[in-house]
């Protein structure tokens, strides 16, 4: 009913940038908090950031300052600007999202699929 479809990811020098996207669809009458999670291999995954309806931010303390979380509800599409990349950044990006869909009661988390970030010379 709804899917999450990341973008943006890629290979990037350290102390580079990159600019994720997540874009929502299917049967969504609102979305709540919208989040990034990244997971590096052997590793668990962890919250990156995290972002309200309203707008209220959460950062993990190893991106503050670095990260920035936003979002357009117009467009149903959350967005992670990374700043000053650094190799520990390497991992799979996942966005979720908790959504009340059309015709349901209860609101649902969903998750995309992931996008790879390598940060490396």
């Known amino acids: 009913q709804v899917q999450l479809v990341e973008s943006g990811g890629g290979l990037v020098q350290p102390g580079g940038s990159l600019r994720l996207s997540c874009a929502a669809s299917?049967?969504?009458?609102?979305?709540?908090?919208m989040g990034w999670y990244r997971q590096a291999p052997g590793k668990q995954r962890e919250l990156v950031a995290v972002?309200?309806?309203?707008?209220?931010?959460n950062y993990a303390d190893s991106v503050k300052g670095r990260f920035t979380i936003s979002r357009d509800n117009a467009k149903n599409t959350g967005y992670l600007q990374m700043n000053s990349l650094k190799p520990e950044d390497t991992a799979v990006y996942l966005c979720?999202?908790?959504?009340?869909?059309?015709?349901?009661?209860?609101?649902?988390?969903?998750w995309g699929q992931g996008t790879q970030v390598t940060v490396s010379s």
């Open positions: 979720n999202a908790d959504v009340s869909v059309i015709g349901w009661s209860s609101i649902y988390r969903y």
């Open positions: 299917g049967s969504i009458l609102s979305i709540n908090a």
């Open positions: 972002i309200t309806s309203g707008g209220s931010t």
